[in-house]
């Protein structure tokens, strides 16, 4: 495997390089703190005292060259490396900073741990970078107030290890070489960082009065600067789920991808997109409650967050709260002279169940049907990403279980699962994928996205009686096909012909989404002006995770026929989907024979929340006209078959019925409490 740097482009893109306002200024020409007893503590020098003793190829700093400009783009005017020293015990004082103009005077955030660097870690045998890394950014001051408030802030690399290493061990001792692609700052108010451009090589020569090999030489540190290749690019979301899953009933394939352009000449130039470098934070949510039943969440809606109790008994089984009136379950009912569901909130003890203690979520909406991945998510009652995202930076309620380690400690954790899937999770060479924090760098013929259908799971007469009913025994369940797809897909004019839905098939993509992808096609591939280049669309599938939404049953105690219990059907479901947030595209490593190109990336992080939709398989709740017909067919049925095997028939339907449900229960009675044991 051989790697090879970005070399200089075709003089069409050099010219367009070079017409980009490029303001950069060198390291101190003066080292008045270079040699200071740290008393001075560089952390703590104001912006415009260092920038105004700086120097830029010999002339002095002029603020009158950095104008305010609402239509300005945040730059890197000055990247330091102070007090440098090959001799470890030098090197108390030794950092790197970074000076940040901002035209727009933008109010940056000065305490946001979004605010990071991205800069190579890592170097091929020719010299050139082949791994990039974030670093976050320590803020050190800025313009406070007056005519140039927020016009200027500073802030300090911190260094971390990679692969056993940090800066200090990494550089060469005679020139030390800083490769920077790109810088993202918080804006205050915003979710997400934004990424601006850098792409510069810093390299800097001899040492600071006091820190070389001669300890009382004067000062003979010296840098230069040259531009660095980078790809800049506006990333996108889309997402596919299957109608099925391996895993049975409820669960569905949930394909994540994000879809880009890139010039086409880096192709032509360095071959085929072999490998995608990201990171992001995965989390999986808690059961997600959708209902169009307005009195149950009137009813229940207090109570979001909040435990229905603290004493449970021998098995785990809470106190039925009277104030609330409903509970929920899924396939809950009655088995012989036992009470059983596979899951229920406010249940009480006298259900055999897996509890649901506390929930952390819940959505009105209007009607409930269905899954249709062609549908709109609203018209079958499902959420819209936009507003399960809003609930979850939102939710204020309880921290019981801390905070995420990401949005400056905005959200709870409460929300979240303590774990993700277990088919999700990966830890070799091209990183590591758990809860939390993630990297991974995606190799097309590697990483493949496998989404397994029920029926390729061989699944047995019993598997799809107690999954699908008793008509699957014999039928064999839902029919789909799996599909494995490449983690890498450029697009061809062909895969975006055809009707939406059949582009959305054939790509895996949402069926709303589809159009904004031909729109990306389709100006990627029209060169309208003389600056316009020829773009190739990527579509970037990085996960292939566990989507779980199942019916559940209102329960209104004492409210039903002679006392009982009465269900509500189809008007409330739970779902749980994984979530992927600050997802960021670090680097695109290209292949030409054999020959690897790494080139960095640009490109803000986003978050991935995805919509919420109803379960594939949902029960109709009856009208009372409905129910009437069919007890009068009952009745007919009943007379026409009375001369033979009256009760015999009945009987067989009535034991089966109970075994059936009976297995359910306690099947995900066990399934449940089995991965309770595995998360604990």
């Not at 503590?41 to 002095?60: H, I, P, Q, R, Y």
């Not at 009158?64 to 490396?81: A, D, R, T």
């Not at 760098?441 to 699944?459: E, G, Y």
């Not at 983690?487 to 098939?505: F, W, Y």
Request: hydrophobic share 35%; with cysteine.
């Amino acid at each position: 495997m051989i790697y090879t740097g970005a070399v200089r482009k075709p003089l069409l893109r050099v010219v367009a390089m070079a017409m980009v306002l490029f303001t950069l200024f060198s390291v101190f020409s003066t080292v008045a703190y270079a040699a200071d007893d740290g008393s001075i503590g560089f952390d703590n020098t104001d912006v415009l005292d260092d920038l105004s003793s700086s120097t830029a190829g010999g002339k002095a700093f002029d603020i009158k060259n950095y104008p305010f400009n609402e239509n300005g783009e945040v730059q890197i005017i000055s990247f330091i490396e102070y007090c440098y020293s090959y001799k470890a015990n030098l090197r108390d004082h030794y950092g790197l900073y970074i000076y940040v103009y901002n035209p727009q005077g933008l109010n940056l955030s000065t305490d946001s741990k979004q605010n990071k660097i991205q800069m190579a870690v890592s170097y091929d045998a020719e010299g050139n970078p082949n791994d990039y890394e974030k670093f976050s950014l320590e803020f050190c001051s800025k313009v406070e107030s007056g005519d140039y408030k927020n016009l200027f802030y500073k802030y300090k690399v911190i260094d971390r290890e990679i692969n056993g290493t940090t800066f200090d061990e990494r550089v060469n001792s005679n020139e030390r070489r800083y490769d920077v692609s790109g810088v993202e700052l918080t804006t205050y108010g915003a979710q997400n960082a934004t990424e601006y451009h850098v792409g510069t090589t810093y390299r800097f020569t001899g040492f600071a009065e006091g820190y070389g090999p001669d300890e009382t030489a004067k000062s003979t540190l010296n840098s230069e600067i040259e531009k660095l290749e980078t790809i800049e690019l506006s990333v996108k979301h889309t997402f596919y789920r299957s109608e099925t899953s391996a895993l049975g009933a409820g669960h569905q394939n949930q394909l994540d991808t994000v879809y880009f352009s890139v010039p086409k000449s880096y192709i032509e130039e360095y071959g085929s997109l072999q490998r995608i470098k990201a990171e992001w934070y995965e989390y999986k949510t808690k059961e997600i409650l959708v209902t169009s039943h307005t009195d149950f969440y009137n009813a229940a809606s207090p109570y979001i967050g909040v435990p229905l109790g603290t004493t449970p008994n021998e098995f785990g089984l809470y106190e039925y709260v009277d104030d609330i009136g409903y509970s929920l379950g899924i396939g809950a009912g009655k088995a012989g002279d036992m009470y059983v569901a596979q899951w229920g909130w406010n249940l009480g003890d006298g259900y055999f169940h897996v509890p649901t203690n506390v929930l952390y979520y819940m959505f009105l909406v209007d009607d409930i049907e269905e899954y249709d991945p062609y549908a709109e998510t609203v018209t079958v009652g499902g959420i819209q990403s936009n507003d399960l995202y809003q609930y979850i930076k939102n939710y204020r309620k309880t921290y019981a279980s801390g905070r995420l380690p990401i949005k400056d400690g905005t959200i709870s954790a409460d929300l979240f699962e303590s774990d993700i899937d277990a088919s999700l999770k990966m830890n070799n060479e091209s990183g590591k994928i758990q809860m939390g924090y993630s990297y991974y760098d995606f190799d097309a013929d590697v990483d493949l996205q496998t989404l397994s259908s029920w029926s390729d799971a061989d699944p047995s007469f019993w598997d799809n009686w107690l999954n699908f009913g008793l008509g699957a025994a014999f039928t064999g369940g839902p029919d789909e096909e799996s599909r494995t797809v490449a983690p890498i897909q450029i697009l061809k004019a062909s895969d975006v012909t055809g009707t939406n839905a059949e582009i959305a098939e054939r790509l895996l993509v949402n069926i709303n989404d589809v159009d904004a992808i031909k729109a990306e096609y389709n100006n990627a591939v029209t060169i309208s002006g003389a600056d316009d280049e020829e773009k190739v669309v990527v579509l970037f599938r990085f996960a292939t995770s566990d989507y779980y939404s199942e019916a559940v049953d209102i329960i209104e105690p004492n409210a039903g026929f002679l006392w009982s219990d009465k269900h509500y059907e189809g008007e409330a479901y739970i779902a749980q989907e994984s979530v992927f947030f600050d997802f960021d595209i670090i680097q695109l490593t290209f292949n030409k024979e054999g020959v690897y190109t790494v080139i960095p990336v640009v490109a803000s992080p986003i978050d991935v929340v995805n919509d919420i939709t109803p379960p594939v398989n949902m029960p109709d709740e009856m009208n009372w006209w409905q129910i009437i017909l069919a007890l009068v067919l009952i009745v007919l049925l009943v007379v026409l078959l009375a001369p033979v095997l009256p009760y015999i028939l009945q009987g067989i339907l009535w034991i089966c019925s109970q075994i059936a449900k009976g297995f359910k229960a306690f099947i995900g009675i066990f399934k449940k409490r089995k991965n309770n044991d595995k998360e604990e």
